[in-house]
């Protein structure tokens, strides 16, 4: 029997995650400009059209993923090997090149135009995560802690500065991150605040020239992170919108680059990094999902496929032989989770949505938000958890089984061992959220589906079947 996975998506640093990571992000409402505004369109529910994704080279994005840099401006290298002792990668990462070769995966390093060697986060930090003792390119990272407010690590590194150059490069990032910070904070691991995020850089920069400015340009979001769970990159092939709730529509690579906005103040930029990440939207397209790397049940897994067939295959698509995904967007009425995230992205968003709209960013692509979300593609859903777009429902058991999920939960550790039964990480239910836990420390971990944006509602199809048929349809998500 093989040793169950660990999984060592441990929190580090926020000098490590201060800046926002690609791809990943969900910004999907923008601020606004422009004299003949766009018309802002809502979607229905229904199913989403394709669109034509830009040619790219697949061999030529995994390198550029790998060594280049969508965020640009960060710390200058000599003061983060003096502030941090610069540690050895953790994971062997084959393609990663001269600086890069020496830096923990989530980190990126970038020679700016004055010459300085700075040190920057990646698509990877949010975008891979290890399983079973390997580094898996495109699995979302759940483990990560954006508890600690970064602008603390920032001041504290930026004393390690020396030198009129690296004095001169450091503030490009420092003043960046301080003005974002409220929104790169939320008090649960896990829950992924690149949606603020975003929302925040748009508010400072202007969508026509993408100039930044030190004062908002327009009302700032909320500073209320609401959760939500990075989903895997293997799907985006088949996914014709990037985000749960249909935004992201057209052509992706501009919606995708939306990280670059941390330090991106011109067109002529933001061309540049559109340019190559077109072939790492190609390389993005060719993942493969991980296979289940334990025994199954083929003869129960048939038995579940007949029940997926019958039950899921609506909104999920079929798989194998005449494989089938519909790119679904299933109304709040229907499916019932949690509304917060996609009445968000339309509730008072039409300023927003046109600063997408009229910005270099969406000039060949389209944000259209929706009051739902999509069914998402399943593969490789096993190694996913948690599930639902926030992340409330530890595995898929309790997804399809409403009476399983915990009101309050954490995970059993920083290092869980994988649950091969409920087909997700092994976690402890709580009598009682946060405030059972005197330290900080302890309450990051608690996940309370009781919070706004938080809850584990919906989604219930489940509870129409026997515990066996239950048993059967685990069994053959187990082979996608």
Known sequence: ????????????????????????????????????????????????????????????????????????????????????????????????????????????????????????????????????????????????????????????????????????????????????????????????????????????????????????????????????????????????????????????VGTMILASTTCTDSVAEAREIDRWFTDVAAYLATLEAPAYPWPIDQALADDGERLFNRECKECHGRYGRGEHYPNKLVGLDEVGTDPAMANAAVDDAEDYIRWFETSFYGRHGDAVPGRGYIAPPLDGVWATAPYLHNGSVPTIAALLDTSKRPTYWRHDGAEPDYDQAALGWRYRELDQGREQFASLEAQKWVYDTTRRGYGNQGHDFGDELTEPERTALLEYLKTL
Not at 123 to 143: D, R, S, T
Not at 168 to 178: C, F, G, L, Q, V
Not at 214 to 235: I, K
């Open 1 to 252: 029997m093989p040793t169950p996975p660990t999984n060592r998506r441990s929190s580090r640093s926020h000098l490590a995650f201060a800046l926002p990571l690609a791809a990943g992000i969900l910004a999907l409402v923008l601020s606004a400009c422009g004299e003949q505004p766009p018309e802002v369109v809502i979607a229905e529910p229904g199913e989403i059209p394709p669109a034509e994704q830009r040619p790219g080279d697949p061999a030529a994005g995994r390198q550029a993923l790998l060594n280049r840099a969508v965020v640009t401006c960060g710390l200058p290298y000599s003061a983060y090997k003096a502030s941090t002792g610069a540690p050895a990668p953790e994971y062997d990462l084959p393609g990663r090149e001269g600086r890069n070769a020496e830096l923990p995966y989530q980190l990126t390093a970038h020679t700016a135009d004055s010459g300085v060697e700075l040190i920057t986060s990646n698509c990877l930090g949010c975008h891979a995560a290890p399983l079973n003792g390997e580094l898996v390119i495109g699995l979302g990272n759940e483990f990560l802690d954006f508890n600690a407010d970064p602008v603390m690590d920032v001041e504290a590194a930026g004393a390690y500065v020396e030198g009129d150059a690296e004095a001169a490069a450091w503030p490009d990032w420092a003043d960046r991150i301080a003005a974002i910070a409220p929104w790169t904070m939320t008090d649960t691991v896990g829950a992924n605040p690149a949606q603020a995020i975003t929302l925040a850089l748009m508010a400072h920069r202007d969508p026509k020239t993408l100039a930044w400015s030190d004062e908002p340009l327009m009302e700032l979001p909320p500073t209320e992170v609401l959760p939500v769970s990075v989903p895997p990159w293997w799907n985006l092939d088949k996914k014709h919108a990037v985000f749960y709730n249909g935004q992201g529509r057209g052509d992706h």
